[in-house]
């Protein structure tokens, strides 16, 4: 199907996506440096609070700075529909959240109760946001906060990482804690307008689609995705580039090169691609000399890396990499809204990750009834594949 957009666009106008990279990755250093400088001390003083009671093997100060930006601008867009959330319907939720993840057959079944109880508890209309009065973020409300982002099933990844700064925030006095969030909650802030000025141009139709969405989405179990603000976007842009940096040393020295990519990349549909069953995903059998799948196999081969076609990104939970395996890198390509999330999964899987935005969205499941090809900079890819 021909291109169409539905919420973020990479390819606005005659610009190529060169352009977009070039600023991402300005605006990647740019962060960085403003997240150490605010949360310089904050962080290190995590790593040791880490190391002590030995919660996992401390990681970079600026994935926990990173973290720390992602819990401020989460605040800031569900902070309001957290304190609405009460106790029995978060637990209730959280309860058919966690069995719809061991589901198997059935889990067409708890989509359905996802969607409506997602629906009824946790997904607020903007005009009816806009009457709640602005909540204080502290201790209390960053539980509140955990408890809607658990019970959305949504943000898995952000809730294991910023349920240890909780613990950590519950180790020191009030005041301090208090400080420290009033920054966090700033800093989110701040990131915001910056990013409406350097980035608002690649998603002008995510405000549009959003208000579609109050409707359109009533009862489905991905309506929490089709309502993700502008902000989150933005967020996971940036983000994406800062854990490339944060991870790129490690990537250029791993001994094997894998490229994971959706699906929703291949031109030809229902049965006309030839691409043959390999383990979690799929090989390209070079059916479709112009298939956005074919020409990204074919760059893999020219750097020694490996394409795989996932048609879900739950298939790679089980492809956790041994200790005993050798470095193994992992170029992850996906919509924007996958790719912090997706990036932190894969290192937890043991992978050394980078990422490659999708120009813009179309898959089945989630945007489009039809299915939109869709496409990426092939330049940004071997910029990442060249070691």
């Known amino acids: ?32 440096a403003d997240l150490q400088y605010f949360f310089g001390s904050l962080s290190a003083d995590y790593i040791e609070f880490i190391k002590k009671e030995q919660i996992e093997k401390p990681r970079t100060a600026v994935e926990y700075q990173l973290e720390l930006l992602t819990m401020g601008v989460l605040w800031t867009v569900y902070g309001k529909q957290a304190f609405l959330l009460e106790q ?33 508890f946790l ?32 943000f898995e990844q952000e809730v294991k990482r910023l349920t240890n700064w909780y613990r950590y925030f519950l180790c020191k006095d009030t005041t301090s804690v208090e400080n420290w969030m009033r920054g966090i909650s ?6 915001q307008k910056l990013c409406e000025q350097e980035l608002g141009k690649y998603t002008t139709c995510v405000e549009g689609f959003r208000r579609e969405s109050e409707i359109s989405y009533q009862g489905r179990e991905d309506i929490l995705l089709a309502a993700r603000s502008e902000v989150e976007y933005h967020l996971n842009m940036v983000g994406a580039q800062i854990l490339n940096i944060a991870f790129r040393k490690a990537f250029l020295q791993a001994e094997k090169t894998y490229i994971y990519l959706p699906a929703c990349m291949m031109k030809q549909k229902d049965g006309g691609c030839r691409a043959v069953k390999k383990g979690m995903g799929f090989l390209c059998a070079g ?3 112009d298939c956005p799948v074919h020409r990204v196999t074919n760059i893999g081969k020219k750097y020694g890396a490996v394409t795989v076609i996932v048609y879900h990104e739950s298939e790679l939970n089980h492809t956790r990499v041994s200790k005993e395996q050798e470095s193994t890198g992992v170029v992850g390509i996906a919509c924007v809204l996958n790719l912090l999330s997706g990036g932190w999964k894969a290192k937890d899987l043991g992978y050394i990750p980078q990422c490659v ?3 813009y969205c179309g898959c089945r499941q989630h945007w489009s009834e039809e299915g939109i ?3 990426i900079s092939e330049k940004r890819l071997e910029e990442l594949l060249k070691k």
């Open 1 to 32: 199907m021909e291109k169409r957009i539905i919420s973020y666009d990479l390819e606005i106008s005659s610009e190529s996506t060169d352009a977009f990279y070039e600023k991402i990755q300005l605006l990647g250093q740019k962060v960085i």
């Open 88 to 120: 029995d319907q978060a637990v209730r939720l959280t309860e058919i959240v966690e069995r719809r993840k061991m589901a198997g057959e059935e889990k067409p079944y708890y989509n359905k109760l996802k969607g409506k109880y997602s629906t009824e």
């Open 123 to 154: 997904f607020y209309p903007e005009k009816e946001k806009e009457r709640l009065k602005e909540p204080d973020f502290n201790l209390n409300g960053f539980h509140k906060l955990l408890c809607w982002l658990r019970a959305s099933g949504e």
């Open 186 to 191: 700033a800093q989110a802030i701040g990131f």
């Open 287 to 289: 059916c479709t000399e």
């Open 357 to 359: 935005l999708l120009n």
């Open 373 to 375: 090809v869709t496409r």
